[in-house]
């Protein structure tokens, strides 16, 4: 059964850090990414990295702010981080962590939400000004 559970999300102060986890298990994960939907907004791509050779996307509006990393683990168990920092009241959204299994490639970075097939339900995060 495929399980993405993302933690670490709350309230910052503008300026602050969050660093944002999903755990994801029941699959070989190729692209893992961060997706986020702010208030009456459309869900928006945030970053995404490849399985192996660190290959890595960010939206412009995040771009030298946030970071994503990833781990994958013995068991086929895969973390994907997502470090914020400089947060800014724009940042305030529900952020997804997706994943997708079906490229078979260890370099290639899915940036649309369709290439998607799992995701998790979201953690909160807020950022007061």
């Known amino acids: 059964q495929v399980q993405l559970v993302e933690s670490g999300g709350g309230l910052v102060q503008a300026g602050g850090s969050l660093t944002l986890s999903c755990a994801a298990s029941?699959?070989?994960?190729?692209?893992m990414g961060w997706f986020r939907r702010a208030p009456g907004k459309e869900r928006e791509f945030v970053a995404a990295?490849?399985?192996?050779?660190?290959?890595?996307?960010?939206?412009d509006s995040v771009k030298g702010r946030f970071t994503i990393s990833r781990q994958n683990a013995n068991n086929g168990n895969n973390t994907v981080y997502l470090q914020m920092n400089n947060l800014k009241p724009e940042d305030t959204a529900v952020y997804f962590c997706?994943?997708?299994?079906?490229?078979?490639?260890?370099?290639?970075?899915?940036?649309?939400?369709?290439?998607?097939?799992?995701w998790g339900k979201g953690t909160q995060v807020t950022v007061s000004s």
């Open positions: 990295i490849s399985r192996s050779f660190g290959v890595d996307k960010y939206a």
């Open positions: 997706a994943a997708e299994a079906r490229s078979g490639s260890l370099r290639y970075v899915a940036l649309r939400a369709g290439e998607y097939p799992y």
């Open positions: 029941g699959r070989t994960f190729y692209t």
